[in-house]
């Protein structure tokens, strides 16, 4: 997912954007509040993090702006500051979270993917298929309850379809989901990763993936008992 990140401080700036990278997110970096809107206004982000001090335009600012110009991407604010009233004048001009620093990286992580899902109409943590089960705030999958090795691309590949557990996802929405639009191959690699993720699945069920081919539409995953005429490949 591609998230927008509107910070002033360069080290601050810098930790959120790696930490971020490192969960397979693209991150884009403003670092005054105008600068942001214009981010936020031209670009579809999955989230928008937006700390409050900023140098030109306050964070409340920026996010009322966004939200008169119907930006309606969730947006996580971050503050130094811990004072209840900061908090509830965020959420109460349209954010979606807030967050005090200093604060800690597995809780920003868990935050932004529990908002990400809300806005994607998706609440839950976690979505089993059958002997599968797939743990989104912590970017794993188990079999059975023993993990199962997968690369950020493959578990990126794979979360999409829990997403959308029991519809076709589109090898476009694939790419957007993994890339964000920033240097996006061709589609084909989608096939690359479906089929090295089908095998290790297939590996630790014995047999199963759950991953199910909708020719020339795309991929979804299903309950073994489910979709039944489509083929199945493992490979």
Do not use: N
């Given at each position: 997912m591609r998230?927008?990140?509107?910070?002033d401080s360069e080290l601050e700036a810098e930790t959120v954007r790696r930490i971020?990278?490192?969960e397979g997110c693209a991150v884009d970096v403003a670092a005054t509040g105008e600068e942001g809107l214009?981010?936020?206004?031209?670009?579809?982000?999955?989230?928008?993090?937006?700390?409050?001090?900023?140098?030109?335009?306050?964070?409340?600012?920026?996010?009322?702006?966004l939200r008169d110009a119907r930006v309606t991407t969730p947006v996580l604010m971050l503050s130094g500051l811990a004072e209840l009233d900061h908090k509830v004048?965020?959420?109460?001009?349209?954010?979606?979270?807030?967050?005090t620093k200093p604060f800690d990286r597995e809780?920003?992580?868990?935050?932004?993917?529990?908002?990400?899902?809300?806005?994607?109409?998706?609440a839950q943590s976690e979505v089993d298929v059958g002997r599968l089960k797939i743990k989104m705030t912590d970017r794993r999958a188990e079999v059975d309850g023993v993990p199962?090795?997968?690369?950020?691309?493959?578990?990126?590949?794979?979360?999409?379809?829990?997403?959308?557990?029991?519809?076709?996802?589109?090898?476009?929405?694939?790419?957007?989901?993994?890339?964000?639009?920033?240097?996006?191959?061709?589609?084909?690699i989608i096939d690359v990763f479906v089929c090295k993720l089908r095998r290790k699945i297939a590996k630790a069920t014995g047999g199963d993936h759950y991953i199910e081919t909708d020719w020339g539409r795309g991929?979804?995953?299903?309950?073994?008992?489910?979709g039944a005429h489509v083929e199945r490949q493992a490979s």
């Amino acid at each position: 997912m591609r998230l927008l990140l509107i910070e002033d401080s360069e080290l601050e700036a810098e930790t959120v954007r790696r930490i971020l990278e490192a969960e397979g997110c693209a991150v884009d970096v403003a670092a005054t509040g105008e600068e942001g809107l214009g981010l936020a206004r031209s670009y579809d982000y999955s989230l928008i993090i937006l700390d409050i001090m900023l140098p030109d335009v306050e964070g409340h600012g920026v996010l009322r702006q966004l939200r008169d110009a119907r930006v309606t991407t969730p947006v996580l604010m971050l503050s130094g500051l811990a004072e209840l009233d900061h908090k509830v004048r965020g959420l109460g001009q349209g954010a979606d979270d807030y967050l005090t620093k200093p604060f800690d990286r597995e809780e920003l992580v868990a935050r932004i993917h529990a908002i990400v899902r809300r806005s994607e109409g998706h609440a839950q943590s976690e979505v089993d298929v059958g002997r599968l089960k797939i743990k989104m705030t912590d970017r794993r999958a188990e079999v059975d309850g023993v993990p199962v090795s997968l690369t950020g691309k493959e578990f990126g590949v794979l979360e999409l379809l829990a997403l959308r557990k029991g519809t076709t996802v589109t090898k476009d929405q694939f790419l957007t989901h993994l890339y964000s639009g920033v240097d996006e191959p061709e589609l084909k690699i989608i096939d690359v990763f479906v089929c090295k993720l089908r095998r290790k699945i297939a590996k630790a069920t014995g047999g199963d993936h759950y991953i199910e081919t909708d020719w020339g539409r795309g991929y979804s995953l299903r309950e073994p008992e489910l979709g039944a005429h489509v083929e199945r490949q493992a490979s």
